[in-house]
């Protein structure tokens, strides 16, 4: 899951639907697995939409409709809210999404997106909209995630928005760094300044 981010263009997977809550985004009866490995989780993400009661696959559902793919995913308003699992965000990254795109997400999910390599950008309700219209209109339309700058673009339009993100998360992103590595990157100064202050 750990990839140095910096900027994405991809095309998108639309899923226009708000309040989808991690329930949703993972079922609880695979919190109980024994493994993070990716491909598992990966291939349960959003399980009960993707395959029908009989374990057949519901055709009807985007991620089963060859017309869309992407590492850019575009959800409806209030996305990942519900429980606080973190294997949603495992779901998420091992499916191949870099970037969830919405109006608003859960506190908790946004930041287990972050740690787990998943950018979370919020973006404004009329841009959201027309992000949907040009994804229907052209499936193979791409949009562009620029961290570094923290701006996305709908390249069918052209239109730009500036999205917020906290400065360490940025940093470890940009990096390609979990809280550990980045902890070992400032052991020196850690260790520095514990002595200074023991001589106190």
């Keep these: 899951m750990k990839q140095k981010f910096d900027i994405i263009t991809s095309t998108c997977v639309p899923l226009p639907l708000e309040n989808v809550d991690t329930d949703q985004i993972?079922?609880?009866?695979f919190l109980k697995a024994t493994t993070r490995e990716e491909?598992?989780?990966g291939d349960n993400l959003f399980r009960d939409w993707r395959y029908n009661s009989d374990g057949s696959l519901n055709k009807n559902?985007?991620?089963?409709?060859?017309?869309?793919?992407?590492?850019?995913?575009?959800?409806?308003?209030?996305?990942?809210?519900?429980?606080?699992?973190?294997h949603a965000a495992w779901a998420i990254a091992g499916y191949g999404f870099r970037v969830v795109v919405s109006s608003f997400f859960a506190d908790i999910?946004?930041?287990n997106e972050l740690n787990n390599f998943v950018l979370p950008v919020v973006v404004s309700e009329g841009f959201l909209a027309?992000?949907?219209?040009?994804?229907?209109?052209?499936?193979?339309?791409?949009?562009?995630?620029?961290?570094?700058?923290?701006?996305i673009t709908n390249l069918a339009t052209g239109k730009s928005e500036k999205f917020e993100i906290n400065g360490y998360k940025k940093h470890c992103l940009i990096n390609g760094l979990d809280d550990i590595d980045y902890l070992l990157?400032?052991?020196?100064k850690t260790e520095k300044y514990e002595n200074g202050a023991k001589k106190y």
Excluded: C, W
Excluded at 26 to 29: C, K, L, M
Excluded at 61 to 86: C, H, I, M, Q
Excluded at 137 to 145: H, I, S
């Design 26 to 29: 993972i079922p609880a009866r």
């Design 39 to 41: 491909k598992f989780f």
């Design 61 to 86: 559902f985007v991620l089963n409709d060859p017309t869309y793919s992407g590492e850019v995913l575009v959800a409806g308003k209030n996305f990942g809210s519900g429980s606080s699992r973190e």
């Design 109 to 111: 999910h946004k930041n």
């Design 130 to 151: 027309e992000l949907f219209d040009s994804i229907k209109a052209n499936p193979k339309m791409q949009v562009k995630v620029d961290l570094p700058n923290q701006t």
């Design 185 to 188: 990157t400032v052991k020196d």
